[in-house]
């Protein structure tokens, strides 16, 4: 199993900044893919950033030049550099990780956007 275990959300206003870390233990050899995803009050879950175990990312349309995602010691620790921050950014942040097809997730860390 994979545990994972998100920090670095909180208040801020619209044009600010925030990095996102997730932290991840117990069978990490095995993950593939971490991601971040979101989920907006009243709205389905989204991807927002994913990274690879070979270092390629993909982004959402929404977030292409303003998040960076990143990741140090290849599986352990990952970041969401998130800049240029708008209103609707608001959300819970959720770390995934992909690990032989099973999909773990941390328990979410809430970012707010105020304009």
């Known amino acids: 199993q994979v545990q994972l275990v998100e920090s670095g959300g909180g208040l801020v206003q619209a044009g600010g900044s925030l990095r996102l870390s997730c932290a991840a233990s117990g069978r990490i050899f095995s993950i593939n893919a971490m991601g971040w995803y979101r989920q907006a009050p009243g709205k389905q879950r989204e991807l927002v950033a994913v990274i690879t175990s070979g270092g390629s990312t993909t982004y959402a349309d929404s977030v292409k030049g303003r998040f960076t995602i990143s990741s140090v010691n290849a599986k352990n620790t990952m970041y969401l550099q998130m800049n240029s921050l708008k209103p609707e950014d608001t959300a819970v942040y959720y770390c995934?990780?992909?690990?032989?097809?099973?999909?773990?997730w941390g328990q979410g860390t809430q970012v707010t956007v105020s304009s």
């Open positions: 995934n990780a992909n690990s032989r097809g099973w999909d773990y």
